[in-house]
């Protein structure tokens, strides 16, 4: 299964509201997770199943969708969120998305 | 409070051998299926292996099988992957992982950082 994630970065401000789509090559019903990582750090869990919220990440990030498209969220973007953004449904990530600074 | 702590990364040649430790503390070791991922410079993610609770099922992706093996030592609550044959594609931070609820990876190791350079 080939996992698609767009776009490849993108720049933002903060308090904007960001949305990064993955879409899978077949259906993978909610096997879908998303992480953060940032520089030098390993990656976090931020969203399992496609939209259950990993304890302790903050409710601003949201995951939706089921089959071959899905979504992350970010509802008011906050200075620590800067970071890359991966998808990944079993042993497949998406390519990465790097949020920037606008 | 749960910990994933790597070691044994380092620089070798082409065609050298290393081997990556996992030491985890904080949970029951022996419940959890485990994984490790690498991560070449500037680049994304990449799935390397899995082994189950007891390790007697375990996965590699096509990069790497044939030349690492990955274990565990559940009475040592230690994961292990040795690495045979190094290539220069090889070169990456290796990251140990836990496995979670719905195939999700909930805990990271910080990485160990292994070069393959002549």
């Known amino acids: 299964i080939h996992m698609t994630q767009s776009p490849s970065s993108l720049s933002a401000s903060v308090g904007d509201r960001v949305t990064i789509t993955c879409r899978a090559s077949q259906s993978i019903s909610n096997f879908l997770n998303w992480y953060q990582q940032k520089p030098g750090k390993a990656p976090k869990l931020l969203i399992y199943?496609?939209?259950s919220l990993q304890d302790g990440v903050p409710s601003r990030f949201s995951g939706s969708g089921s089959g071959t498209d899905f979504t992350l969220t970010i509802s008011s973007l906050q200075p620590e969120d800067f970071a890359t953004y991966y998808c990944?449904?079993?042993?497949?990530f998406g390519q990465g998305t790097k949020v920037e600074i606008k | 409070e749960v910990q994933l702590v790597e070691s044994g990364g380092g620089s070798v040649q082409p065609g050298g051998s290393l081997r990556l430790s996992c030491a985890a503390s904080g949970f029951t070791f022996s419940s959890y299926e485990m994984i490790w991922v690498r991560q070449a410079p500037g680049k994304g993610l990449e799935w390397v292996s899995y082994?189950?609770?007891?390790?007697?099922?375990?996965f590699y992706a096509d990069s790497v099988k044939g030349r690492f093996t990955i274990s565990r030592d559940n009475a040592k609550n230690s994961l292990y992957l040795q690495m045979n044959s190094l290539r220069a594609e090889d070169t990456a931070v290796y990251y140990c992982a836990r496995e979670a609820t719905l195939l999700s990876w909930d805990y990271w190791g910080q990485g160990t950082l292994v070069t393959v350079s002549s």
């Open positions: 082994i189950n609770s007891f390790g007697s099922i375990i």
């Open positions: 990944q449904q079993r042993w497949t």
């Open positions: 199943a496609a939209s």
